[in-house]
């Protein structure tokens, strides 16, 4: 049988002459929308079950739907761009969340808001995977510039949808308007892809078969202590997050802030993400070992579990500062994961390892701060075993400081 077509074949990487800057600013629209779908419907999780009537078991189910279809959808990744274009891929990526977030709104049906909301969550779980290869490709000597570009816009479209979508609803009467306002802003992601698409389908029309690039050797990070490294670090560090996301505002509310002040302080975790997202990975690529990073953010975070558990109220807004900073440990996996392949197919292989095993870890985080924390009245235990996962993204952390590329892992 033929190998696959050339059309798997990495593209060279783009020059502002042949489109750098629309890459560019079609990568920061996409990374706007990878988590408002998500944010969004969390606050206002209470409303979207009274107008549909979800059940408890339910309303569960839609919590957990990110982190299942990260991990599930976004394995499937590497396998969609060895046989079509990575532009091609990510337009249709793009309008699967705008077609989710239009459905899910205008549904009365609770069945048809979990598949639609699940296709919503495609979308972003491939568009998670592609958004590492398209730094690489396209702008390689510019790694850590890029993917802090790219994260910081990530996180300022998670902040931006947690805060508003609330007074969206309230000024339009539904929680409808809320949830559904986002849909727009995944539309106009799709607009500049499609250029790129059609001009890397043209590209393709006019080579010849002698200019042909081989299929590279397939890249299996499951097979490779690196794989699994960086695996863990992004499963730990997301756990965290999303442990954090899920019970800080409670936690803040038991040490006796009102409900809008916990909910304030939750969102300074993020807003004060902002400049670290930006600067982490432009720090960690003019590193040769990431050791200090790697052990700072675990100081930070260290330091801010412990407070939280010795005074949780009167210094909570320094508590909230070493929780941002710890919480860089985000955007430095993401620059990892171009930091350790040399090529665009290890860059989505890497990408896609880490990050789909890494949401299953994910998933326990805020899953089992639960379960301790009803268990024991409090939260001495939840953040001890934060702790402990966070001795164990340290381990991970130390196998992925040292330069190594998973292309000699093979």
């Known amino acids: 049988m033929p190998g696959p077509a050339p059309a798997a074949a990495p593209a060279p990487p783009a020059t502002p002459a042949r489109g750098g800057l629309l890459v560019l600013v079609a990568m920061l629209l996409v990374a706007v929308n990878l988590r408002t779908a998500v944010t969004s419907l969390g606050a206002l999780l209470d409303e979207i079950r009274g107008g549909l009537g979800l059940s408890g078991s339910t309303a569960g189910l839609v919590t957990t739907l990110p982190t299942i279809a990260f991990a599930g959808l976004g394995a499937l990744t590497p396998w969609l761009v060895r046989r079509w274009p990575a532009a091609r891929v990510l337009v249709l990526a793009m309008l699967a969340l705008t077609a989710g977030q239009v459905l899910r709104v205008v549904t009365d049906s609770a069945v048809v808001f979990v598949l639609t909301s699940a296709l919503a969550l495609s979308g972003i779980a491939v568009a998670n995977i592609l958004l590492p290869m398209l730094v690489k490709q396209h702008f390689p000597h510019r790694t850590g510039l890029v993917t802090g570009a790219y994260t910081m816009a990530l996180t300022v479209g998670t902040t931006v949808a947690a805060a508003s979508a609330v007074p969206v609803a309230h000024a339009f009467g539904s929680w409808r308007a809320g949830l559904g306002v986002w849909a727009g802003l995944a539309a106009l992601a799709v607009l500049p892809w499609?250029?790129?698409?059609?001009?890397?389908r043209r590209a393709r029309r006019a080579a010849t078969p002698t200019a042909a690039v081989a299929t590279p050797a397939r890249i299996r990070p499951g097979r490779?202590?690196?794989g699994w490294a960086m695996a863990t670090y992004f499963g730990a560090q997301s756990l965290s997050g999303y442990a954090i996301m899920g019970w800080l505002a409670q936690l803040f509310r038991d040490a006796g802030y009102s409900a809008q002040t916990a909910g304030l302080l939750l969102a300074g975790v993020t807003a004060l993400g902002v400049p670290v997202a930006l600067a982490m990975p432009a720090v960690a690529g003019r590193l040769r070992?990431?050791?200090?990073l790697v052990l700072g953010l675990t100081a930070f975070s260290t330091a801010a579990y412990l407070g939280l558990a010795l005074a949780p109220h009167g210094p909570a807004p320094f508590w909230v500062l070493l929780l941002a900073l710890g919480q860089g440990a985000?955007?430095?996996i993401l620059t990892t994961i171009g930091l350790r392949a040399r090529t665009a197919e290890g860059?989505?292989?890497?990408?896609?390892?880490?990050q789909s095993t890494g949401y299953l870890?994910?998933?326990?985080?805020?899953?089992?701060?639960?379960i301790l924390y009803e268990?024991?009245?409090g939260w001495t235990a939840p953040l001890g075993f934060l702790l402990a996962a966070l001795a164990v993204q340290t381990a991970a952390g130390m196998v992925i400081a040292r330069p190594r590329h998973i292309e000699d892992e093979r």
């Open 194 to 200: 499609v250029p790129l698409a059609l001009r890397d």
């Open 224 to 226: 490779t202590r690196l």
């Open 289 to 292: 070992t990431l050791r200090p």
């Open 330 to 332: 985000f955007p430095l």
């Open 347 to 354: 860059t989505v292989a890497l990408s896609a390892f880490a």
């Open 361 to 370: 870890i994910a998933a326990l985080g805020p899953l089992l701060v639960g």
């Open 375 to 377: 268990a024991t009245g």
